[in-house]
Each structure stands twice: as C-alpha cells, then as structure tokens.
C-alpha cells in the first residue's frame, strides 16, 4: 500500500495540524462513543492521533493504528498520547485486540481502492471489534461529486506555523476514473522555497455497495446519518455484529 507523503514525509506530517486546525468533525464521533457505551475504542487510521488523544483523555481504553510512521511519531507528542496504545500498522494487520468499537474518521474509509483490500479491511476490523460491538465510519456521497471543488483556486490557503514559517498549499484533481479520484496538495515552504507535493486516490462507493461489503464481513447496518459537519454531503455508517 502506497502511502500519501502528506502523512509518511515527516516534514509534512508535522503540519497538518496547522493545516487543518478544525477538527469539528471529530465531535460526531466523541458523542457516538457516549451513545453506544464504549469504553474501548480502536481508531483505524488515526493519523497524527487527534481523536485517539481526546478519547484518551476522557478516559477512553484507545488504541491509534496507522501505517505511516511520521504521523505517529506526530501523535505521540500530544497531550494525552502517553495513554494510547500506538500501532504501526493498517485496517489489514491490526494487533491482536477485542475493543467495544472501531472508527475510521475523515477519508480513512476511501483510501481502500480496490474491492479486495477493502473487504479485508473490514474483516480483520470485524475480527477486532468484541460481538455486540459497532463499526462507525464515513464516506462522502459520491453523488455530490465533491472532487468538482477540488481545485487551487478553492483550496489555496497561506497558513502562519510556529518555527516552519509560511506555508502555502492547495489541491487539484489529477485524474477521475469512474468513482476512483486522484489528486496532488502542493505544498510551499516559503521559508526556504521548498516545495513538496503529495499524491493521493480515494475511491467513492454508493451506499448499496458499502452495505454489500459490510453484510459480507459480518456486519450490519445498523444507522446510516448525515455528517453534522457536512450535511448532504457524506454518510456515517454505524454498523454491528451480524445476527
């Protein structure tokens, strides 16, 4: 699996934060983990551990799995992440664990571009998550075509960051196959001059295939919702054990 440089370069890693300093999103999720009474949570591609700290420090059991190295080393210097578990792993060689519910948060769900690592993905999270337990997930609604704003004028942003300087960055669509989407974040470092680029696909799945995919790993929906953060835009999937 090919990991986006905007989380495996460290030099990149360090800023997403500043970046993208909203994380609103993530409220969705705390307020989930209330609703259905988990007290241990697996946080499947956690990044730089932004929601595996907050669940942490509300008492959360957490473990924050993910494959790119940089962002870990990102996670593991925030408040809170000396009560993480961090994994470097992704949603296909997890560790051994049993946890009340698994997450993948932001665009985690899409990285999966291909049937076959999707689907296994959700088996070995299916493996993961104790009976009676929930998967909770997102995915943006491929009918929104959201990939149409996707584009430098949109997106270009000049963000001030602590000891880097300013660093402008933005993003363009590179190439839509069908429901598979690439695109490039340009970075510069204005500092230095340095520019640096990441590339990434993510794949947009109809709602049917998702339950398909689910129903065929054992799991079943339980609740599709809208993002709060995003109404009409993206689908949150709270699913569970299989009857």
């Known amino acids: ?26 409220d969705a999720y705390v307020a989930l983990v209330s609703e259905l009474g988990a007290n241990s949570v697996l946080d499947v591609g956690c990044g730089t551990g932004t929601f595996a700290c907050l669940l942490a420090t509300a ?16 996670a593991r210097r925030k408040p809170g992440a000396d009560r993480v578990r961090w994994q470097l792993a992704d ?7 049993v946890v009340d519910m698994a997450t993948m948060t932001g665009n985690v769900a899409q990285v999966f571009v ?10 070995s999270i299916r493996g993961a998550v104790r009976p009676g337990g ?18 430098r004028e949109a997106s270009f942003a000049r963000t001030d960051i602590q000891e880097v300087g300013t660093v402008s960055s933005w993003v363009e669509v590179t190439e839509v ?21 990441s590339d990434s696909t993510l794949r947009f799945r ?10 065929q790993t054992g799991f079943e929906v339980l609740d599709v919702r809208d993002a709060p953060d995003r109404p009409g835009l993206e689908l949150v999937f709270v699913a569970g054990e299989r009857a």
């Not at 291909?114 to 088996?123: F, I, K, P, S």
């Not at 196959?177 to 340095?194: I, M, N, P, Q």
């Open 1 to 26: 699996m090919t990991l986006d440089a905007k989380f495996a370069n460290p030099r990149l890693a360090q800023i997403q934060d500043n970046l993208e300093a909203d994380r609103s999103d993530l």
């Open 91 to 97: 949603a296909t060689t997890l560790p051994s664990i």
């Open 206 to 215: 109809e709602r049917g295939e998702i339950e398909a995919s689910l129903a």
């Open 177 to 197: 196959a069908h429901l598979l989407v690439s695109f490039r974040w340009t970075y510069h470092f204005e500092k230095d001059g340095a520019v640096l680029t």
């Open 134 to 151: 929930h998967l909770v997930f997102e995915v943006r609604d491929p009918a929104q075509r959201a990939w149409d704003s996707w584009n």
């Open 114 to 123: 291909d049937d076959e690592r999707w689907l296994a993905a959700l088996a």
């Open 59 to 74: 008492g959360i059991d957490v473990v924050g799995a993910d494959p790119a190295a940089a962002s870990l080393d990102v």
